[in-house]
Structures are given as C-alpha cells and as structure tokens.
C-alpha cells in the first residue's frame, strides 16, 4: 500500500482531525504521559512470553488494561495528577519532575517520577508508593521505559550518567564498585563518578544494573537530557548540553543481574557526534533500526565578524532525520550478537558514520516536540507551541536541501577576510601605535562556515490543533485516537 492511500495521509489534508472532548480547569502543568499499552499490546511485549490468552496472566492484564486504559499522568506545578475513567487523584509535591509508565509484570503497572534527584514508583490501581531510587547526583532530565521489556527503564541526569534499571530485582543496599589498583577495596566516591554510594540506593524494585558514565573518556561532558532503547537489539541512544548525541551498545547479561553483581558501567559509546545539532540535543527516538529522529534547542549565534563587538541573533532549534551508518558493523544481518564488539577512538569522540536525510526548523516559542509511533502505524511529530500542538507524519518529510560548495565566489572571500582584518586594525590603533604594527601584522582569519539551509516546518504538511490556553505538552494515547494537551490552568483532551 502507497503512503497517499493510508487513512493517516488522507486524514492529514483535513484542517481539523480531532474534536475537543473536554476541558479540565484549574489545573497547571507542564508535562503529560498517557497510559502507552492496550489489550493486544501483550503480545509483543516480553517477546510475547505472555500472550497465551487461556493463561492466569493473560486474565489478570485484562483487568489491569480495564482499569487504566486511557488514563492520564500530568506533572507540574508540585503536584502529579492522575485521571482515568474511575478516579481522579493527585499526590505528592515536589519542585518539578518527568513521568513515565512502567510495567514489573503483566499485573502490576507502575507509575515512576522523579523528585529532583530521587525516583519514586507509584502503583496506580492501589495509589500506594512501593519504593524510591537515588542513585542519581544531579537532577533527574527523563525518564525512559523499554518499549519491548517494560521492566528495562533507563533516567537521564545532570550528572552526566545515564543509569538502567530492572525492575525485577531490589534495589541495591550496599556498595558494589569495581577495585582499582593500589586500593584492596571498591571506592565510594558517590554517584557523579558513575559508581554506587556508600549509603543504599533506595528500597523497595529496581536495580541499577548499567551505567552510562560522562567524562572525556567518551561519555556526555554535560547533562544528558534525553534518551531511547531500540526497539530490538541492545542499543541506547542518548543526547545532552554538549551537543553530542551518543549511541550506547549495552553488554548481554548471560545470567540475571543481582545485587550481589556489580553494574556494569560504559564509558565508551560506539558512535558519538556533535555535527547533528548545533545546540543542546533534547529529544532522541529510534524510527527502524538504523534511523533516528531528534531535536535540539534554539541557540544564540553570531551574525557579523567583529570579534570586539559582535552581534548575536537566536536561531531556532532543528528537527532532524538522519540514519546511523555503522549499525551493520557491530550487529552484521544473518549473525549472532558478539558480547565484545567494541568501536574504536573515531567512534565515541566525533564520528562521520551518519548521514542527514531531512531537517526542519522548528519554531523558537517550541515548548516541546515528542514522538509518537508504534506497531503498525506511522511516527508522528507533535509540536507544543503557544496556543497550537502541530502534528506532522514524519512518512511526508523531504529530502534535505543540498549544500552549495563553501568558496562559491574567491574574489567576495578574499574582500571580507580584508575588511574583517581591516576592523581589528582600526579597533586597535593605540595597540599597533605602541608596538610598531601595521596592518600587515595582522592575519587574515577564515570566516565561520555557513549555516546550513534548512527546510521551515511550515512547509511540510501537518495539523494545527488549537487550543484556549497555553500548550506546554501533548500527547497522543495507543492507536493515536486521543489527543491530550496540558498547560496552565487547563487539560484538554482531543478525540477523532
């Protein structure tokens, strides 16, 4: 079937898809998540280990899909609020935090968020706390749950670190760091080394059972702000303030981790790159196996050559399709997965294996961009600006518009390296009188390059979804038939 006969490019040209179906006043929020799984969603999950519909399992997930499908979790301004079709209740009041859903087993949905460095779990159907993590030293960015094992949930942080959990096992309860020479005994240096604290990590589930340190030694020199587990082979990608957006191959535990085990902590991601965005990377996702999806942020650039006074202009942020070109090296088809297939220096310091395959610019009020996609349907881009949610179908995005060659006109080049060297003469004359210089003593310095024409996001097709207040973020629930939207004082809810 062609892309133009599917109902989600039909529907696409229409100007308003969804009807809004409630407004809920009074409420003041900044982040949403929609309740991700259905009925059917068992029997991908686990690998299908589940999906026998004669089973107890199977029976006690139908309660647990009754009880919470379509259920909302909205986060911001001290407090989290959950609504489904049986009851509305909010809890808790920290200073402001992610959320996200999880799942220990087919019968027991969690609900995990984060008071600044701490996680906590929330069982939704009891509405009852089961246990808390700190095992981060910086502020919890994100929170990111396996899309295949939702048992597998992995946070961001300002540490530098990302850190994977299982929730399966207790947390740890003492320290269990690797022995480095001249020491007898493991360091406790806490957990902005990547290493475990002397004190217990938390109680009640979840293991940390992999560590993704920062350092110069490969990993993240800044707060890593966003991540995604591929959807089927032990990858993680992860993005931050530095730019970087970092490709993690994750070791293959041959036994159940324990806490008797020490985590395993990697420093050297198989593919790192600062060439994809030009500012803090804030959004990652896994389309197909070897492409990807992510944003950064509006940044601040120059827009004249006057090192002594120079301009600033902000330029939005970027979306940015491109595909990973080293993904058969380390994982070849037809083979089975090595345990130690490692990348060298020109891997996790600043590679070229990518290839850019569209890029829009995405407006500067952008207050968020997720994506949304799942088994058999179209990934979906869904914009939160100002008083709109735009929603684009990632299947419609152009190619990237070619790149001129840099030294298009030699003469125009030479002129401005002039005029540039001419400017730092004149603005140093008492300088240059004292020591004799002229402006011969002065090099010529090459101009920066060009910034890249990109494409503007009004160009693709998309919706514009408007709503009565401000939009801080949106949401699209399983089978994208509801459409959520929070921001101050207000919870809209969509539906086609």
């Given at each position: 079937?062609?892309?133009?006969?599917?109902?989600?490019?039909?529907n696409?040209?229409?100007?308003?898809?969804?009807?809004?179906?409630?407004?809920?006043?009074n409420?003041?929020?900044?982040?949403?998540a929609l309740?991700?799984?259905?009925?059917?969603s068992l029997?991908?999950?686990?690998?299908?280990e589940?999906?026998d519909?004669?089973?107890?399992?199977?029976t006690?997930?139908e309660?647990?899909?009754?009880?919470?499908y379509?259920?909302?979790?909205a986060v911001g301004?001290h407090?989290?609020?959950?609504?489904?079709h049986?009851?509305?209740y909010?809890?808790?009041?920290?200073?402001?935090?992610?959320?996200?859903?999880?799942l220990?087993?087919p019968y027991?949905?969690?609900?995990?968020?984060?008071?600044?460095?701490?996680?906590?779990?929330?069982?939704?159907?009891?509405?009852?706390?089961?246990?808390?993590?700190?095992g981060?030293?910086g502020?919890?960015?994100?929170i990111v749950?396996?899309?295949?094992?939702?048992?597998f949930?992995?946070?961001?942080?300002?540490?530098?670190?990302?850190?994977i959990?299982?929730?399966?096992?207790?947390?740890?309860?003492r320290?269990?760091?690797?022995t480095?020479?001249p020491?007898i005994?493991?360091?406790k240096?806490?957990?902005?080394?990547g290493?475990?604290?002397s004190?217990?990590e938390?109680n009640g589930?979840?293991?940390?059972?992999?560590?993704?340190?920062?350092?110069?030694?490969?990993?993240?020199?800044?707060?890593?702000?966003?991540?995604?587990?591929?959807?089927?082979?032990?990858?993680?990608?992860?993005?931050?303030?530095?730019?970087?957006?970092?490709?993690?191959?994750l070791?293959?535990?041959?036994?159940?981790?324990?806490?008797?085990?020490?985590?395993?902590r990697?420093?050297?991601?198989?593919?790192?790159s600062?060439?994809?965005?030009?500012?803090?990377?804030?959004?990652v996702?896994?389309?197909?196996?070897?492409?990807l999806?992510?944003?950064?942020?509006?940044?601040?650039?120059?827009?004249?050559?006057d090192?002594?006074?120079?301009?600033?202009?902000?330029?939005?942020?970027?979306?940015?399709?491109?595909?990973?070109l080293g993904l058969?090296?380390f994982?070849p088809?037809g083979?089975?997965?090595?345990e130690?297939?490692r990348?060298?220096?020109?891997?996790?310091?600043?590679?070229?294996?990518?290839?850019?395959?569209s890029?829009?610019?995405?407006p500067?009020?952008?207050?968020?961009v997720?994506?949304?996609?799942?088994?058999?349907?179209d990934?979906?881009?869904?914009l939160?600006?100002?008083?709109?949610?735009?929603?684009?179908?990632?299947?419609h995005?152009?190619?990237?518009i070619?790149?001129p060659?840099?030294?298009k006109?030699?003469?125009a080049l030479?002129?401005?390296?002039?005029?540039?060297?001419?400017?730092?003469?004149?603005?140093?004359?008492?300088?240059?009188?004292?020591?004799?210089?002229t402006?011969?003593?002065?090099?010529?310095?090459?101009?920066?390059?060009?910034?890249r024409d990109?494409r503007?996001?009004?160009?693709?097709?998309?919706?514009?979804?408007?709503?009565?207040h401000?939009?801080?973020?949106?949401?699209?629930?399983?089978?994208?038939?509801?459409?959520?939207?929070?921001?101050?004082?207000?919870?809209?809810i969509?539906?086609?």
């Open positions: 079937m062609d892309v133009e006969d599917t109902p989600w490019y039909r696409l040209q229409d100007t308003q898809p969804f009807k809004l179906q409630l407004q809920l006043q409420y003041d929020f900044s982040n949403v309740f991700p799984w259905t009925l059917d029997d991908t999950l686990w690998d299908g589940y999906a519909r004669n089973a107890n399992d199977w006690q997930w309660s647990v899909v009754a009880a919470l379509g259920a909302i979790a301004n407090k989290l609020h959950i609504k489904t049986n009851y509305k909010s809890t808790y009041r920290p200073n402001d935090f992610s959320c996200a859903w999880a220990m087993n027991q949905p969690l609900l995990l968020f984060n008071d600044g460095s701490v996680l906590h779990m929330l069982d939704p159907i009891t509405r009852n706390f089961v246990g808390s993590l700190a981060h030293g502020y919890i960015t994100s749950v396996h899309p295949r094992l939702p048992h949930f992995c946070t961001t942080a300002r540490d530098f670190t990302t850190r959990y299982d929730l399966t096992q207790r947390a740890r309860q320290p269990h760091n690797p480095w020479p020491r005994s493991g360091p240096a806490g957990a902005a080394a290493i475990h604290a004190s217990p938390g589930p979840g293991l940390c059972t992999i560590i993704l340190a920062g350092g110069r030694s490969g990993g993240h020199q800044a707060a890593v702000m966003c991540a995604a587990f591929h959807p089927t082979l032990p990858l993680v990608a992860t993005g931050g303030m530095d730019r970087f957006v970092r490709i993690w191959k070791p293959l535990h041959k036994e159940i981790p324990t806490a008797n085990n020490p985590s395993d990697l420093d050297k991601p198989v593919f790192a600062s060439h994809i965005h030009q500012a803090r990377v804030l959004s996702t896994w389309l197909v196996d070897d492409v999806i992510t944003h950064c942020a509006s940044w601040l650039g120059h827009v004249n050559d090192t002594r006074r120079p301009e600033f202009q902000e330029f939005p942020g970027t979306l940015t399709l491109w595909k990973w058969r090296r994982f088809e083979k089975e997965i090595q130690n297939s990348g060298c220096a020109a891997d996790y310091q600043e590679s070229s294996s990518f290839k850019l395959i890029e829009y610019r995405i500067i009020e952008t207050s968020e997720r994506i949304s996609h799942g088994p058999n349907q990934p979906l881009v869904l939160s600006t100002d008083t709109t949610t735009r929603i684009m179908n990632v299947t995005f152009k190619p990237r070619p790149q060659f840099f030294i006109d030699l003469e030479h002129k401005k390296r002039a005029d540039a060297r001419q400017r730092e003469f004149e603005l140093d004359t008492k300088k240059s009188k004292d020591k004799g210089l402006i011969d003593d002065y090099a010529e310095k090459a101009p920066e390059p060009p910034m990109v503007t996001i009004e160009e693709g097709p998309r919706w514009t979804i408007y709503a009565t401000v939009v801080r973020a949106s949401a699209l629930m399983a089978g994208n038939r509801r459409l959520v939207a929070v921001g101050p004082q207000s919870i809209s969509w539906t086609r």
